[in-house]
């Protein structure tokens, strides 16, 4: 089942650390054009790792990422860590200029697309703020915003909502769907919560324990725009039941040869 | 204040206010009554002022002698600013130079941490005999102080959020703008609390030099005209010059403590005011 136009394909990738240990093994999947992907697993099973190498953040022990459309795209892609990984001594609309004053851009050429994602994740207003003056919601949004301001082709998000409550977490799903729908690009998110990736995707990929693999795959074909209507549907809570199957079946694939 | 329903006869707000002002009163009560027992001591005693001063005397010599004495506490001031200068120059360019380079770190940083523990007033004398006077006290002073700059700015620089460093390296940072536009600014917190404590230090450093060059007969600072009226027995004045002594430390003290809540008081938690 996997994507027909992919845009990105990990090709047996292996990843083995310095300790010793099996993080991944080989890994093999596909990411197609504007597909939303949930990467589902266990703590522990070399979700975040498998994102980190298509991000180029590591590189793996054996296999390649392979980009259909010529080099790794570097400047395409925005990144969105567990924690909100803020500079602490720089303000809100600084911290989100950040990948652009990297790449040489002035702060006053940068204002109308750092204005743009800031009101994008819905704080337009909170440019001059300080990251220790906003709640941990907020400062996830800023993370993200800083994500979308270079305009990237590829989100990647490593279970960034995890650490929030869930009114805070259910809105900026909502959230980030919308940005998803708007930016016209492709998401991969790497998560643990059956319920968030069912409500999020289009494709969920569920991953066995250490050493990661693809244990399998399921399409929620459900449609955009997704609200709460459908987080309360009995569609949405079949769908939960069917990945929690799969999951659970993944979890006790460890000990199979 | 904040809550209308808070228990107790004493409301958070008003405890905190009646604590700072008891804290600013307490010690200048304690100042005030030292000195007049310590006056009524002396006079009741008939002690002789080459004896034991009293705290009248200390401040008519401070008003008499106040040509010579300031002029000596410019000396040293200067002496101090600068040693502190260096402190910070030498101290963030080595710990920048160490983070940068391992080798070079395990080449030097032994030998830091021997100037660091060797008593400088034992340093002192060789420095004057081969250098000229003025760069051996600054040299004291710089001796003293550049290490807490040196260790904390290590310190500062190796604790920075790793996140961090790999969002610079996606976005393809160079060295310089890593260096610059985040390991800097991540370190400026542990760098300020090195520069406080090596601002007393280079105070104690050119005193000790001076004290040292003062014996061997030449000098102008503060520290000299303690030794030299201790030879001549005018123990007023040596009373004058070490309590101005003591006011130069608290003011540099303070000086610094006031630039780091500056520079950090947006952002950092060492420096946000109780309740913000």
């Not at chain 1, 989100?96 to 994008?120: F, T, Y």
């Not at chain 2, 620089?157 to 996140?163: G, Q």
């Amino acid at each position: 089942m996997q994507s027909e136009n992919p845009a990105v394909a990990l090709c047996g990738i292996g990843k083995v650390f310095e300790s010793g240990v099996v993080a991944l093994d080989r890994l093999d999947f596909n990411v197609g054009r504007r597909e939303f992907v949930s990467v589902l697993g266990p703590s522990g099973c070399g979700k975040s790792t498998a994102l980190r190498i298509i991000a180029g953040l590591a590189a793996p022990t054996s296999g390649e990422v392979v980009w259909t459309e010529g080099a790794a795209p570097a400047r395409r892609i925005g990144f969105v860590f567990q924690e909100p990984t803020l500079m602490p001594w720089a303000n809100v609309a600084a911290n989100v200029r950040l990948p652009l004053k990297l790449a040489g851009m002035s702060a006053r050429d940068a204002a109308p697309a750092v204005a743009a994602a800031l009101a994008r994740v819905g704080l337009a207003d909170m440019a001059g703020a300080y990251p220790r003056e906003l709640s941990g919601g907020m400062k996830m949004r800023v993370s993200i915003a800083r994500a979308l301001v270079t305009q990237p082709q590829f989100l990647l998000l490593d279970e960034p909502f995890a650490a929030l409550d869930e009114i805070t977490r259910f809105r900026l799903n909502d959230d980030l769907l919308g940005v998803w729908q708007t930016m016209g690009g492709t998401v991969v998110f790497v998560t643990h919560s059956v319920f968030e990736s069912v409500f999020l995707s289009s494709r969920i990929v569920v991953m066995t324990p250490r050493p990661g693999r693809i244990y399998d795959e399921m399409l929620i074909d459900a449609p955009y725009p997704r609200d709460d209507a459908f987080r309360t549907s009995a569609a949405y809570a079949a769908y939960c039941r069917q990945v929690s199957g799969i999951l659970h079946a993944a979890m006790s694939a460890e000990a199979a040869p | 204040m904040m809550n209308a329903a808070a228990p107790g006869p004493l409301p958070g707000a008003v405890r905190s206010r009646r604590d700072s002002v008891l804290r600013v009163l307490l010690p200048v009560f304690t100042l005030v009554a030292g000195a007049l027992v310590w006056e009524a001591v002396v006079r009741v005693k008939a002690i002789p002022p080459y004896v034991l001063p009293a705290p009248s005397l200390v401040l008519a010599t401070l008003v008499s002698d106040g040509a010579i004495l300031w002029s000596s506490l410019l000396a040293t001031l200067a002496t101090t600013f600068q040693g502190l200068a260096l402190a910070l120059v030498g101290g963030v360019g080595l710990a920048l130079l160490f983070s940068r380079s391992r080798l070079v770190e395990y080449s030097l940083y032994p030998y830091a941490v021997i100037l660091q523990v060797t008593p400088v007033i034992a340093i002192a004398p060789l420095l004057l005999v081969y250098l000229p006077q003025h760069a051996a006290v600054l040299a004291c002073a710089w001796i003293v102080a550049f290490f807490p700059v040196l260790a904390n700015t290590t310190l500062g620089l190796a604790s920075v959020d790793r996140n961090l460093i790999e969002l610079f390296r996606l976005y393809g940072a160079t060295r310089s703008q890593i260096l610059f536009t985040l390991k800097l600014p991540a370190a400026l917190p542990h760098m300020l609390g090195g520069l406080r404590i090596a601002g007393g230090l280079a105070l104690i450093g050119a005193v000790v030099a001076e004290i040292a060059a003062g014996s061997a007969g030449a000098g102008s600072g503060l520290a000299y005209r303690i030794a030299e009226a201790g030879y001549r027995l005018n123990i007023p004045r040596m009373f004058a010059a070490l309590l101005l002594l003591s006011v130069t430390g608290v003011v540099i003290f303070a000086l610094l403590s006031a630039l780091s809540r500056f520079l950090l008081r947006r952002w950092h938690e060492s420096e946000l005011a109780p309740g913000a």
